[in-house]
């Protein structure tokens, strides 16, 4: 049976308000950075909303008919919509389909749920579509949209829904989950991993799974030993690309910041990577050219906004390590 998360429960009990008070909005959006659950929060809601025997708590049961037909993907209320298979936004014609759907009478009495998930990807045609089924919904349906970019969402759509915005847990939550999910970690890493994920436990959960850790100290290395000319930028960028799909931009312009703000003496805990302070205080008071290291933030907080297009990612690392590497004013 599937269980809150623990930094879930407030919100939980937020939603249930929504029902004890029977005034559930026509379209709830869930937003928060990755890692945090969203999904399976609204997942949670969901299963619960179509349940036939709801436990004392408001979770579903896990037993009777609506919950099989739902864990089988096959209950006739519960419509999901995301991008298609090598696509990269909703459809208008998912869109049209659904809402087809949504407009025929249901087989069963309740709620009827569409999931949206990521809400962002929805396109110019597939939002407008969107849009005239939320400002004339059907009875007893729900739209629950989940997304980590709401600001990417149009404003007109933003308007017509409530709104539950998922923060970052404290670690006193977030830490003891992490290690009850893998006992093999210590304090220091689960602090490392949740400081590297901006405290979110389900990314630093896969980081963990996946080793992520020590691929970012190996990072942080070949960073540095740019900027003391021991490693050509070059084959630096060649090396980055062997991991795609990591966040080594962010990680950049985290690094960056940081920086600038040992360079200003900042208390650690305003530090993005605190546990990188003894590397970057001593870099701090190297004779750098802070003007450039500033101008060289600024390219990499752009790179960030265009790092999902077409550009080309190697050429892009290269400049930014080559402009790094041509910071230190020693001769």
Not at 193 to 211: E, I, K
Not at 264 to 286: D, E, G, K, R, V
Not at 305 to 313: E, V
Request: one cysteine or more; hydrophobic letters at 40%; proline letters at 6%.
């Amino acid at each position: 049976m599937e269980e809150l998360l623990p930094w879930h429960r407030q919100h939980w009990r937020q939603l249930q308000r929504y029902l004890h008070s029977q005034r559930l909005p026509q379209a709830l959006l869930i937003s928060g950075k990755a890692g945090l659950g969203k999904q399976h929060l609204a997942s949670q809601f969901a299963a619960a909303l179509l349940c036939s025997r709801p436990q004392d708590n408001g979770m579903a049961c896990g037993h009777c008919r609506d919950c099989r037909l739902r864990l089988a993907d096959t209950h006739p209320n519960l419509f999901s919509l995301a991008p298609l298979e090598k696509k990269t936004s909703i459809g208008v014609d998912q869109i049209r389909a659904v809402i087809t759907q949504a407009t025929l009478k249901p087989q069963f009495d309740g709620y009827r749920i569409i999931l949206v998930n990521p809400a962002d990807t929805l396109n110019t045609y597939s939002a407008n579509a969107f849009l005239k089924f939320l400002e004339e919904p059907t009875g007893r349906t729900l739209l629950l949209l989940i997304t980590d970019a709401p600001s990417k969402l149009p404003a007109t759509i933003i308007s017509r829904c409530q709104k539950l915005t998922l923060s970052a847990p404290e670690f006193g939550l977030s830490g003891p989950w992490l290690q009850q999910q893998l006992p093999e970690l210590d304090d220091n890493e689960s602090k490392r991993l949740l400081q590297l994920t901006q405290g979110s436990p389900l990314l630093a959960l896969t980081y963990a799974r996946q080793g992520t850790l020590a691929v970012y100290d190996e990072c942080f290395q070949n960073w540095l030993s740019v900027a003391k000319q021991q490693t050509h930028a070059v084959q630096v960028a060649e090396a980055w690309q062997k991991w795609p799909d990591l966040p080594i931009l962010s990680w950049f312009a985290s690094w960056l910041i940081d920086l600038l703000k040992c360079s200003y003496n900042i208390n650690t805990t305003y530090l993005y990577n605190p546990c990188l302070y003894p590397a970057l205080q001593t870099l701090s008071q190297q004779h750098l050219d802070w003007q450039k290291v500033f101008i060289l933030y600024d390219l990499a907080l752009t790179n960030l906004q265009r790092q999902h297009t077409t550009i080309n990612k190697q050429l892009m690392l290269e400049e930014l390590l080559i402009q790094w590497s041509q910071l230190n004013r020693n001769p």
